[in-house]
């Protein structure tokens, strides 16, 4: 089986940078997604990271430790639009994808 | 541009009609999949498919069906819809293999009254 772990939810700022982090444990291990999901919108892909380290792409970045089985989404120039869910699916091989429920994102002025 | 479309964005249904959810995607992707996503309990597993007219049991099961008769075509079936089975149904698609991540569609608000 599969356990993953994200806070529930989070508020930062506009402008702002906001770390969202992702604990998982699961049975086999390809790498791990992040999705962003709007409120009443279907999940779309943000990242996908398979090796250690940051992988950056704009103002969004994911770091994965693989040993530790730790992830996070990194945002930065938090904008009101990015107010989401984001939610974390290990990849664990030859199952479908089990999602993380989510961290709810709440950006403020 | 890719898609998955779903049939019915908004359904209001009575207790213990037949519903189908019907989901179609563009693609030519081999792996299809339903999911319900309920406040507090994320994205559960109901059905998915690696083929046509092949069909797995996910995480809840218990009270659907699914029909894959073509590739593009995956249709969820709620055999005798039930008040807790109100929930926003996702229908998603993937190309075989495991390292690409799923395109969703945009999702069936169900309500069952």
């Known amino acids: 089986g599969q356990n993953i772990d994200q806070p529930t939810e989070m508020t930062a700022t506009e402008g702002a940078i906001v770390q969202i982090n992702c604990t998982y444990q699961?049975?086999?291990?390809?790498?791990l997604f992040w999705y962003q999901q709007h409120a009443g919108e279907a999940p779309t892909f943000l990242s996908y990271?398979?090796?250690?380290g940051l992988e950056e792409k704009g103002r969004f970045s994911s770091f994965l430790s693989r040993s530790k089985g730790y992830s996070y989404l990194l945002l930065k120039e938090l904008q009101m639009k990015d107010s989401a869910s984001y939610l974390c699916?290990?990849?664990?091989?030859?199952?479908?994808?089990?999602f993380g429920k989510g961290t709810r994102l709440s950006v403020i002025a | 541009d890719v898609k998955v479309t779903q049939s019915s964005r908004y359904l209001v249904k009575r207790t213990g009609e037949k519903v189908f959810l019907e989901c179609v995607q563009d693609?030519?992707?081999?792996?299809m999949f339903w999911y319900r996503q309920d406040p507090g309990l994320g994205l559960r597993l109901i059905y998915f498919?690696?083929?046509?007219?092949?069909?797995e049991k996910g995480d809840i099961p218990e009270g659907y069906s699914v029909s894959r008769e073509k590739k593009e075509r995956f249709s969820l079936i709620l055999e005798s819809a039930s008040t807790n089975q109100t929930s926003m149904y996702l229908c998603a698609s993937s190309p075989a293999g495991q390292s690409y991540g799923y395109t969703f569609g945009s999702g069936t608000r169900l309500t069952v009254v």
């Open positions: 990271n398979v090796l250690d």
């Open positions: 498919s690696y083929d046509v007219k092949m069909k």
């Open positions: 699916a290990p990849n664990s091989g030859n199952t479908p994808l089990v």
């Open positions: 699961t049975s086999g291990f390809n790498g």
């Open positions: 693609m030519d992707h081999e792996n």
